[in-house]
């Protein structure tokens, strides 16, 4: 899931890409639309693959889209017959672009959504059952069943699909296992942190044999956040009501005291210095999704490539990921469900992205049929597809809501970090963080 993130090396981030108003012609959809209909200024970019009088529009918040129907889905369709507008929206601006326009005749035909909004646009009851579309539902017999599980709303509808599975994993370096944890394989080194007890304790180990030169982790709202939510029982929010399970009080627990003991080093979640500890060797490990090893690790980690390994770690969990949908009301659904189609369950075109990017997908068959195939030199020959594919399974898709973008957002940014840092009171931060979500949220029942 290559999103619009910035990074602490490489290239910054790319162009913010911003869709205006369309002309108000009054059909919906956007069968008659082009790039004219669309004021540009400075910050709008707009890409346009294939050729014809109609105009399949696009939004997305990932460019892995353009690359889809550049180098993929327009080359084996020459005869498309009709032009796709892409625009790429950075993720934290997709929302405000999206919502005052989506049940509009200027919503665009598809969209993409990232995991953790996607169920808000799944349960709205404005993208189209895609379950009318037999080549999407024949494509889709194979796609992991998480992944149907999200794009599905409360009533049964499939809404949605994506073309990515998403498991997360803590990926650590191989040297310090070694030499300070007497950890020298991959199994060796799960066992050392195959549950949060386990994890703490190495985490210790590791501080007292490097006479403290060295931490566990980097940043408690990405390393420790996505695990423990992960293993909740419940999510965010059940019956129109805030649920706050014990995980989460547990992880507020666990990230203070790593701080107060040293074993963390506290940086920014996603900031410079989260992304330079994967270049120095100051940092032990990372919690990061399949993703987040091509696009964060690799990126970031050029003096410690062939150093690092892989394990599932104290939690199941999955991060991110790229769901797609089409909007009812849009006067393209036959060219839409022939691009979702392709980008999330054409075996053949899937098999090809997954060997180009090393990204794991979402199709079972074609997962199972080439795992076997990986050796990773960054990971040290290691076969991280293999190893992700065992986490699929595990994931739990119950604990997705509606709501989970800006409650998540709330709980990092009103209890997990200020409680965490001592700054505040456990329950001063979980009241701060209801009172937040009440303001965000009038409708609900908060206690």
């Not at 994993?169 to 949060?196: C, G, H, V």
């Not at 009080?249 to 210095?273: F, H, K, Q, R, S």
Request: include cysteine; aromatic fraction near 12%; proline fraction near 3%.
């Amino acid at each position: 899931m290559k999103k619009y993130w910035k990074k602490f090396l490489g290239v910054g981030i790319a162009s913010l890409l911003v869709l205006s108003a369309c002309g108000d012609s009054g059909d919906s959809g956007s069968s008659d639309s082009s790039s004219s209909d669309i004021t540009e200024d400075e910050d709008v970019e707009l890409e346009t693959y294939g050729s014809g009088d109609e105009v399949l529009e696009v939004w997305s918040f990932t460019d892995e889209i353009n690359t889809m129907v550049e180098d993929y889905f327009v080359p084996a369709n020459p005869d498309l017959g009709y032009k796709i507008e892409i625009v790429n929206i950075p993720t934290e601006e997709f929302e405000t672009k999206l919502d005052p326009i989506i049940s509009t005749n200027d919503a665009p035909d598809v969209i993409l959504l990232e995991q953790n909004f996607a169920k808000k646009y799944v349960e709205s009851g404005l993208l189209a059952d895609l379950t009318q579309f037999s080549n999407v539902i024949e494509g889709s017999e194979d796609t992991y069943d998480y992944v149907k599980g999200i794009g599905t709303s409360e009533d049964g509808v499939f809404n949605a699909t994506a073309w990515q599975a998403a498991p997360g994993a803590f990926f650590y370096r191989q040297s310090m296992a070694e030499e300070y944890l007497n950890a020298s394989t991959p199994e060796e080194m799960q066992e050392k942190i195959k549950d949060w007890d386990s994890f703490i304790e190495t985490a210790r180990e590791l501080k007292e044999a490097s006479d403290g030169e060295k931490y566990m982790i980097s940043s408690s709202g990405a390393d420790l956040r996505f695990p423990y939510l992960g293993s909740r029982d419940t999510g965010w929010v059940v019956d129109d009501e805030l649920v706050i399970d014990d995980k989460v009080y547990e992880m507020m627990e666990t990230a203070n005291m790593m701080i107060d003991e040293g074993l963390m080093l506290d940086v920014e979640a996603e900031g410079e210095e989260y992304f330079a500890g994967m270049n120095s060797d100051e940092i032990f490990g990372y919690t990061l999704p399949t993703w987040g090893l091509h696009f964060w690790l690799k990126p970031n980690a050029e003096n410690t490539a062939g150093d690092w390994r892989m394990v599932q770690g104290p939690a199941s969990y999955f991060r991110g990921g790229t769901w797609i949908g089409m909007l009812d009301n849009s006067e393209m659904k036959e060219a839409a469900s022939e691009l979702i189609t392709f980008v999330a369950t054409d075996e053949e075109f899937l098999t090809q992205w997954a060997k180009d990017t090393g990204d794991v997908v979402s199709n079972q068959k074609v997962v199972e049929a080439i795992k076997d195939e990986y050796s990773d030199e960054f990971l040290g020959g290691q076969n991280h597809y293999a190893a992700f594919s065992e986490m699929i399974d595990d994931i739990n898709t119950d604990i997705i809501t509606e709501y989970d973008q800006e409650i998540n957002s709330l709980f990092l940014d009103d209890a997990l970090t200020p409680f965490s840092k001592g700054e505040v009171e456990l329950d001063d931060a979980i009241n701060t963080f209801k009172g937040q979500v009440q303001n965000s949220y009038p409708s609900l029942t908060v206690e």
